[in-house]
């Protein structure tokens, strides 16, 4: 009886000192979970799931302030993968959040732009090009999508135009592909 | 010695066999439908209008990119369309498409300019250059600019010509031999003075006797050898071909060009052999049509652009809705019907009867597909990754290695796709790869943008700083000249109440 | 190697195809009770197959007439002593349909042999009934009646010649005295040798894990043999054997369970062929194969990573 006890005691005592030593050997410096939901995140810097970008967002899910679904232009893709990221069950996109649109770019109709560099200030990701006075256009390449310059034009001048896979750009889903 | 017997591989029957595989030439199409999005590379662009006259030759499209080939007008007539149509692609999408009427007289562009016979007397450059405008791509299947290859073969001191066609059921090639074996020969020769390289060798499978035969009777140069090596499926995959031939393994995810090899299909021989010595561009190949719905398979020469129904006009098909597969039992893709057009990649169409689909049971990770992989991959690991999407551990195996040749396909007991899982796989981890890319690109403009209207209100706030310090400076530097003043003031005031004070006494 | 370019189906009917000598063998020396028992097994394995499919909503008809929960049914029938009770089998092909394979998704999913997983589920609950085998030749009505515990078993028992080899030596005796194979044993294990054979000239199983797996047997018994001939029994005698030649031929080839590249599976046949001989000798029970297969299955994930083929061009 005496026996197993103190042997008990004893491995339990060396398999703790094991842990604790462990655990601040090996720490991990630095609070990289945040940087690695950023990573994932697709950011556009719309502030669709309530927050004021990207990072803040990444920093609330961190901190268990917010839930995995509420970026669309992540889409369910996004969430799953952030729910793999922190080892929890996946959930449905958050539909008041906004719903996840196809890959969108802006276009300026340059008939009607009249150069106020409103929209210039509004994009996260200055995609757009163009001066006071001066026509502006959007970089196709760098645009996101994320519809923030929309609201700001004064003369209503932007569109998102959809952009549709061509044969070059074609990704086959695994249904088509397997029920082929 | 190399071992010509590769691991791997399958032994196929030929699917549809037959006596005579004559290159036949059927008479112009009166029709073209030229795609202007080519394989590799950006979309061409029409520099031909709607309504104008174009001459066999002539170049109707263009690329802005150096490293990719024009495309030419393959019968001469009117420009009656530029528009969308369907491409023979497995996503079935449109593309754009420029269609010429005929007008029956096949008037040809001036070939007489060019390198001619006398194509020793050229530099390399203008050979290559000659080569990119003449629109030669690689008509195995791949469609690789062929003048780029050549360019980045620079200075290779092994030519490789895969003449072996080991799809089973495509004869073209060794139609195009058995036509044209000079031209084999003297393209071969043409390769051989531009690169420099010691010596060529034609790789031809043993069950073409014919072409085997008739190359060796024009054949008399020392530095090209004319290779038979065993009828296996995949001895023709450009990797496998090198290791049989030459002992060398390409290291994954570089080309043959990379260690000192140029590989070319034999057709895209001949047809650079024409662009050099006889200044005609692309505009024609050979096809195999064949199937289990048509009685006799055929080899017919036809001008790029020619529509599927016009050839199948030459064949004995049978009635009725056939599965239409072009490029191949193993490689190919399926299509919907029959309103395609000629490509310069399209090497055989087969129209099958069609039979009922097979439905595909579990996996019951037996191994006969790891037992025939040419590459040595493990196509059942392959096979759960991607199914669970799980991109990742595919690449740790070697998910872009896979040469989509279909040997596991073919094997399984349990009737799976498995290279259809592979496709997927690799577009899915091209799609996630290009939006990784973009995201960062994304988060770094944001960054940066953040950074700027920091330093913007950095900057503001320093020089409004410096111009309340300069400013206060003035200011004191005015309240001390007026103090100065005053002070003087003062003085001389008090030496006028002085001068008064005494003038008074 | 070039594939046998069957498909599934045909596979398992060919791997139940070839167990016919052994069973006639089984048959000729024991009677028809085997019979019996395959029997159960069958009804048993679909009936409980096709429930379990409907209730995880899949279609019945195709997955059913694969054959490979008949197949599991025959091996795990084949594998215990024929004059076992009814419910004997019938719990066993339960418990491997349900636990060995459905659970886990059904064909192809399953990590653990499904017939090793019921045999030893049988053999850890009901001792008793899993070592009382038969020793002589009982009529099918005889059987029938046995089984389904109309008559009694008592005089019909004796344990299995290994068995009684490992009681003897326990007790001192030495193998010279204990005797040679027994006669039944032989045949039996011939017979599923030729079976064997048979799949793989049809190229229906490959040839690396019988091969390294009765290697592994060969070994193993050969060191101990070299070690002591008195104690320790020869080679020959652990081939020939209790299951071994099952083994090597059906049980360890199930493609589901095994490792899955070349050098993994030459790997994986000798440590199962190893370790049926360590248990055998060392361990508390006469026939080790269901353990040393479960114990392998556990290891094949470890073993497939670390033996991959060089790719070509890396």
Redesign the interface.
Known sequence: MINAISTLSVLALLFGLGLGYAAIRFKVKGNPLVDQIDAILPQTQCGQCDFPGCRPYAEAIANGEAEINQCPPGGQEGVDALADLLGVETLLLDEEHGETKPKRVAVVDEKVCIGCTLCIQACPVDAFVGSSKVMTQVIADECTGCDLCLPVCPVDCIDMIEIKPTIKTYVPTLKELVHA | MPNINFKGG??IENPYPSNEIDLIRIPLPDKVVLPM?QRIG??AIPCVSIGEHVLTGQIIATIDDDRCAPVHASISGTVSAIGNHV?A???G?K?LCVTIESDGKDEWVDTSIGCTENYKACLPLTIYDKIRISGIVGMGGAGFPTHTKMRLAAGCKNIIINATECEPGITCDAALMEAYPTKVIRGVEVLLHITGAEKAIIAIEDDKQKSIDELNKYCNNERIEIKVIPTKYTSGAE??LI?TLLGI??????FASDVGILCLNVATVVAMFDAVVENRPLISRAVTLAGSAIKEPKNLQVRLGATYDYLLSFVDLEEGSHKVTMAGLMMGI?LKGTDYSVSKNTNCIFIDKVQESV??????????C???C?????P??LYWF?KS?NIEKAMD??LL?CIECGCCSY?C???I?LV??Y??SK??Y??QTQEKT??E???E??E??EM?LERNKRERAELMEAKKIALKEKMAKDKAQKEKIAAALERVNAVKIDNKEEDAS | MQASFLNTNQIMRQVIYALVLGVGAQIYFFGFSVLIQILLGCITAVASEAIFLRLRGQTIKPSISDGSAVLTAILLAISIPSIAPWWVIVLGVLFAIIFGKQIFGGLGNNPFNPAMLGYAFLLISYPLQMTQWPSEFLSITHASETIFGLSSIDGLTGATKLDYVKTQLMMGASIKEIGSISISQLWINIGFLIGGIYLLFRRVILWQIPISLLSGVVVMSSILFLMDSNHYASSIFHLLSGATMLAAFFIATDPVSASTTPLGRIIYGFLIGILIVIIRVYGGYPDAVAFAVLLLNITVPLIDFYTQPKVLGK
């Open positions: 399958l032994k999005q950006n979309q491409y692609h497995q996503s999408l593309g990797k496998i290791k393994e390409v290291p994954s995810g570089k399926n439905v595909a049971q579990e996996c019951i990770r037996c191994g006969m790891n037992t025939v040419p590459v040595e991959l493990l059942q690991q991607s999407e195996y070697n290695d094997v007991p349990s009737n796709p259809n899982y496709q997927f577009a899915l091209k799609k973009q995201i690109k994304a988060r403009r944001f940066f943008r700027r």
